[in-house]
């Protein structure tokens, strides 16, 4: 039997089935979960690549995972591209392939495609890059260029749209698009310091203080304060606040604790709300005024 040229169609469940004795890897529980989360989204699985053997039945070279969020969901059938006549070495040549070759978007490729499918919160995060003259681009290094995609998206939902857009603006204030601080770390960061001391934190002083120093002096200062984590956004974080707390009385100054204690301890602020978090997406953080127009006064 020769194999044919692969059609579309759409296969029950029930007859989809996954050959682990001869070539595919075993199964990754939390893949699955996160396939799950948010109920079966076919556009977003898209099509199984299945064979059509001989006894009727259709394996699975690329796509198990989907497969078992499918039954998971209880979804009866799901899309597939289905090819015939291959052997079961080519079964296992293609499955290799699948694996090796794919190339998986970027979180750059990911926001451009959420903005594509007309996502608000992706909208949002694109109007809040541009609003504060930064463009967002894979071109690091370059002055004004944001290329983490991660960070952005990251810091959107941990701590809300509206600490994104006050973050970009300090960030914009402070260091005039100088690329070590457009970099994840000090995104990530300054919107978490934002966020967590938002009822407490004088902003202008905030970008005062970093205005004073150098991108790469927070790094340096933010390896010596946590060595364990060198540079990562909580120590990046934990570098703002000693910078802010400088000169201050004890009254005044921020508490390390909040940012060294995580999520425990940004429990005790309030964050801002999903719904806010949501109706700033929906309406270009209506309301939020970016750190640089107040300096502007």
């Given at each position: 039997?020769?194999?044919k ?9 029930a ?5 682990q ?5 075993d199964l990754k ?12 989204n ?6 199984l690549q299945v064979?059509e053997?001989?006894d009727?039945r259709?394996?699975v070279?690329d796509g198990?995972?989907?497969l078992e ?8 059938e ?5 090819s ?14 699948c694996?090796?070759d794919?190339?998986?978007p970027?979180w750059?490729?990911y926001l451009?495609a959420?903005?594509g ?10 109007a809040?890059?541009?609003r ?5 681009s894979r071109a690091?290094?370059e002055?004004n ?14 701590y ?6 006050t ?8 260091w005039d698009?100088d ?11 300054m ?7 938002r009822?407490?934190?004088d902003?202008?002083?905030l970008?005062a203080?970093?205005?004073r120093v ?6 340096r ?8 984590f060198?540079a ?31 999520v425990?301890a940004?429990?005790t602020?309030k ?7 949501r ?14 127009a107040?300096?502007?006064r």
């Amino acid at each position: 039997m020769s194999e044919k040229r692969a059609k579309f169609a759409r296969i029950p469940v029930a007859k989809l089935f996954v050959d682990q004795v001869n070539y595919q890897r075993d199964l990754k529980p939390k893949n699955v979960a996160r396939i799950t989360q948010g109920g079966w989204n076919e556009r977003r699985a898209g099509a199984l690549q299945v064979n059509e053997r001989e006894d009727g039945r259709f394996a699975v070279y690329d796509g198990q995972h989907r497969l078992e969020a499918a039954k998971a969901l209880g979804i009866a059938e799901v899309p597939c591209m289905v090819s015939s006549g291959m052997t079961i070495e080519q079964e296992a040549q293609a499955f290799i392939s699948c694996n090796r070759d794919r190339q998986p978007p970027d979180w750059i490729d990911y926001l451009h495609a959420m903005v594509g499918a007309k996502d608000p919160e992706a909208i949002a995060i694109l109007a809040t890059i541009h609003r504060h003259k930064f463009r967002l681009s894979r071109a690091k290094g370059e002055p004004n260029v944001i290329s983490a995609g991660k960070a952005l998206s990251h810091s959107s939902d941990t701590y809300g749209l509206k600490a994104l857009d006050t973050a970009l603006g300090a960030l914009r204030t402070a260091w005039d698009g100088d690329p070590t601080s457009l970099m994840g770390q000090f995104i990530s960061a300054m919107a978490r310091v934002l966020c967590d001391y938002r009822e407490v934190i004088d902003e202008d002083r905030l970008v005062a203080v970093l205005s004073r120093v150098t991108p790469a002096e927070v790094l340096r200062l933010a390896k010596s304060l946590n060595p364990t984590f060198s540079a990562s956004n909580e120590s990046v974080a934990r570098a703002f606040v000693t910078l802010y707390n400088k000169r201050l009385s004890s009254n005044r100054a921020l508490s390390i604790e909040t940012i060294t204690n995580g999520v425990a301890a940004r429990g005790t602020l309030k964050r801002w709300s999903k719904d806010q978090v949501r109706s700033g997406a929906a309406n270009g953080v209506a309301g939020s005024q970016p750190i640089a127009a107040k300096a502007a006064r």
